[in-house]
């Protein structure tokens, strides 16, 4: 049995001004990964294309990995990187000779030219191999279109966000395709969508109602004829016309039960859509509430969350707004993940270990898509750690993966630890901070630039909570966003009271 893989996942923030060339999609060089090199890098990892790599092994089969490419949400894929990516895999498929095709895809990459990128991949992939199984694994976060279920046999979603279960996603959309090569299963798949965009800071399947409707899933899935159920809370931060909550649910050859349960996880979320929506407070009110909680050596720092400004939103990761805060109101013995500005970095690095220094940090993008300035702040501080940025998640979330924040400094201005990175990462992850030498269960206070992901890895420590509406491209105020391409009527941006799913 000969089995391709690829992978080339993308959440694309229509309102961000971060590019998205080909470089934001390899590591530290101009391509991403292929072959060989890919496998060994995503071998025994948390990852959807592990989870395809190991069933294969189990099944014995021969595979192929034509490309393994991600990169950091943002702006939408520039048309080249998007062109060199996909030939790369459909050159891969033309090759022939395959019995089944397993892609690791987003769901929510919007090119230059292309509101569903993943969509056109996927049916070209079905032209050039039209009689051969195709399973394709999505994030939760996917704004579904009929393409990626229509030229597909099976589609499986992520259950959990924060994103832990991604190698659980690859093992369940696997194993059901080589159900059918095996001759053992027969997918069909029934999908739809609901005119609702949920709030990112209300989709976390810790909190009701998304907990509910995923743990449904997992139910759904205990049926001998349920291969997978899905429920996408789709991404909210790109105006196109699918944009949205969507299911799938996959049934071994019996569609009439997988509409029902398909109607069924739409019916569950529409019920809840209020709970959907996210009510951001005044940021001053918020770090003063931070403040006021007494000080506790005996119980983890307080979270402090710059939702507004987050990588894996697509954010820019150089507002300052909260940060400026935070100095404003004298915050003390606090840690801050993270400022982008590889300009400051380099200054710092110019400067050396132990030396002080005045640095602008920040506000270096401007964001015309939002009504809000993007400013420089200014910060005195001793330069406490100059790293190169590489380390590698404990986990659950990508664990096992190497990351790289590139090269970064921690400054030290007496009461903030301020990290400044020269590449796009999100700190859902325990190591990001102690591969700098920070250790958070020291700190009063961490600042975060994170929305959900957090939980993954720092959740645990946390004494308290506190969520800042700063500034930035993944506000979770819809006012501030124009959209002018996603259906309409649409809630919470219109008050509708009925459902019509397309």
């Avoid at 470089?23 to 060089?29: I, L, P, Q």
């Amino acid at each position: 049995m000969r089995l391709l893989l690829a992978m080339m996942k993308h959440e694309t923030n229509t309102f961000s001004p971060v590019p998205t060339k080909l470089e934001r999609f390899a590591r530290r060089g101009n391509a991403p990964l292929r072959g060989a090199e890919a496998v060994a890098a995503y071998r025994n990892t948390g990852t959807v294309l592990c989870g395809y790599m190991d069933e294969a092994e189990e099944a014995g089969a021969e595979i192929e990995v034509a490309i393994a490419a991600e990169a950091w949400p943002s702006g939408p894929v520039d048309d080249e990187a998007y062109r060199v990516m996909t030939d790369t895999i459909c050159q891969a498929v033309e090759k022939g000779g395959w019995d089944g095709i397993l892609l690791d895809l987003h769901g929510a990459m919007v090119t230059e030219s292309l509101e569903d990128g993943e969509g056109a991949l996927v049916r070209r992939v079905r032209e050039l191999a039209p009689d051969t199984p195709i399973a394709v694994g999505l994030d939760m976060h996917a704004n579904l279109y009929d393409e990626i279920v229509a030229n597909s046999n099976v589609v499986a979603g992520y259950q959990t966000y924060p994103h832990i279960d991604m190698y659980e996603t690859g093992r369940r959309a696997g194993r059901a395709l080589l159900g059918q090569i095996k001759g053992e299963m027969k997918p069909t798949q029934a999908w739809a969508n609901n005119p609702m965009l949920p709030h990112v800071m209300r989709q976390g399947t810790d909190d009701h109602p998304n907990k509910e409707i995923q743990a449904r899933c997992i139910e759904m899935e205990k049926q001998p004829a349920v291969l997978s159920a899905s429920l996408f809370v789709g991404f909210p931060h790109a105006d196109i016309r699918e944009a949205g909550l969507s299911a799938v649910v996959v049934t071994d050859n019996d569609p009439k039960l997988a509409e029902t349960l398909r109607d069924e996880l739409l019916e569950m979320a529409w019920k809840a859509r209020e709970a959907f929506v996210y009510h951001p407070e005044p940021l001053a009110d918020s770090v003063a509430r931070a403040k006021a909680i007494p000080r506790d050596p005996q119980k983890g720092p307080v979270i402090l969350l710059d939702h507004y400004d987050n990588a894996a939103s697509g954010g820019t990761m150089d507002t300052t707004a909260v940060l400026a805060e935070i100095l404003k109101q004298e915050l003390e013995d606090v840690a801050v993940f993270g400022i982008y500005d590889p300009e400051a970095v380099q200054q710092a690095v110019a400067a050396g270990i132990g030396e002080t220094v005045t640095l602008r940090i920040g506000g270096k993008m401007d964001m015309p898509a939002i009504p809000a300035d993007n400013r420089p702040l200014e910060v005195t501080g001793r330069i406490k750690t100059i790293s190169d940025g590489r380390y590698r998640n404990k986990g659950p979330m990508y664990a096992g993966v190497a990351m790289d924040m590139g090269t970064a400094v921690v400054l030290d201005t007496g009461k903030v630890d301020i990290v400044v990175i020269s590449r796009h990462v999100e700190p859902h992850d325990i190591n990001v901070l102690l591969s700098l030498g920070i250790d958070p269960l020291q700190k009063r206070y961490v600042m975060l630039k994170s929305r959900i992901h957090w939980r993954a890895g720092l959740k645990h420590i946390a004494r308290d909570i506190i969520e800042c509406a700063g500034v930035g491209v993944c506000t979770s105020d819809y006012s501030q966003l124009n959209f002018s391409k996603v259906r309409r009527p649409v809630y919470p941006l219109d008050d509708i009271s009925e459902r019509h799913a397309s």
